[in-house]
């Protein structure tokens, strides 16, 4: 059987983040993941070789990179075999992380050694530069994992290790201050103020990446109201802060937007307040496709 | 004599805030070009060939693009001529905005007639597709301009018409954070609590896109003085926000952030607070080259 190997960004693994990141992250993919879940040597092994898998892990927040790995025992004549199996045609090389020092060989070995047997047994040709095959071996503590392609997730932290925060989701912009927060680590509970069948679809999409509460209150309000609701669901949550997906000048200029979040008792957050649909990524949360939300329907 | 002509973004082009936008960027522009500069048919027209004009420019927030460009009266036939000696060989297009509807001939009449006219005289095809040259001919109210080089601004919005912030100028991230906010027309003043050399050639580097001023407080606080001094600061020169170049979780997760914001009077602007060095474009501000700084001491 195949596992998946998943790396994390290196952002927040400096000393004690680390491992309530690593927790976290666990936790998270557990929510999505129905399989054993382990960390080894700084990676999270899913015991696990279902390829829907994939399709989730490609969306957690604090997933790097993954792949789907085969497994061997530590040693160099297995790691050899399977390596070979890797391998069909054209060029190839072997890039080897040994992350388990007691491993008796180095990385420069493994390489040198699984190369040449591979020489040996194929008509291949060897290509550091820009090989049709790159055959990652990572030496753990207590197998090594051998796989061919990686597979990049969205990046960012674990949904939660951030503090949690009331997003005003009302459409794009919001959707997307939402999604940017969520891979900085934030815990989302939404709230919009119409609902309309374009909030519901943003709030599913949402919640691909990571589960999210959202309120719908059944009724138009004035922005400053909205200010105000959202401090009261921000009480109840107990959530840090709000967050805002409001646009200088489309949401209008310093002063208004200034008086607006006056009105608020939690500081308002403005990721996407100097965005600029030409030069900025606004697509990047168009790229993630969606799942379950938890509506509730909240009677102010 | 050839002239520049200036475009400007479309983006707050509609309604009333049109001239507002038109006579802030004019303003802004003379401030750094010595020139006579006038209105003309939605552009703005600066009456000089000096090429250092062309530097000052690329700088400006507002400027989508610009070109220096030959000068023709409303004259097909002197039309035809300079755009004639606009082509040297290879091969070309024509690409005419008829913005001056008195004009007698449309954009597409235009083309075709200067279009055959190039052909007859020089031994040169047109293509569409993909021209080596393409000239472009805007026909306004006064006169016609004709170039071949596009020359592309920062864009987005002159600084001074959404308002004005103070911001808390500390190193690459928050002069980032200083530079988006002029780009979405921000009026910036930056208070620095360290004066290292890096923050006033930052100060310099954003004064090259507008005039800045820069307070130095020649003492080291804390980040919760650095609020009640800035806030201080915004009531002198009446701002409406503070920015900060915070990032999560660098800079601390949702609930010391939201505290230390708390104790701001003015709300507190996060334009990059969830930005990812490997995701996002943090090198835009890098691209922008430097002037003068206006610097005052600031004793607390």
Redesign the interface.
Known sequence: MRVFVVHY?E??LKGK?RSLFEKKLIENIKRKIDAKIRRESGRIIIEDDNAEISESLKKIPGIKYFALAEVADLDIEEIKEKALSLVSGGTFKIETKRSNKKFPLTSIDINRIVGEYILNKKNIKVNLKNPETTVFIEICDKQCYLYTEKIYGV???PCG?????ITLLSGKKSAL?SF??M????EVVAVNFSKTNDVVSYAKKLSEHHKIKLYIIPKIVSREEMIRIANEIAKKENA??IVVGDV??ESG???S??KL??L?E??????V??F?K????VE?FEREPVSQTKIIEFNN
């Open positions: 960004s952002i927040a983040n990046g960012g932290l290790v951030s503090g949690k925060v201050a940017l927060m891979k900085r680590g934030a840090k802060g200088i000048p200029d310093i002063e937007l200034s979040y006056s608020s939690l500081p308002v957050f403005t990721p307040i100097c600029d030409i030069e900025y990524p990047i």
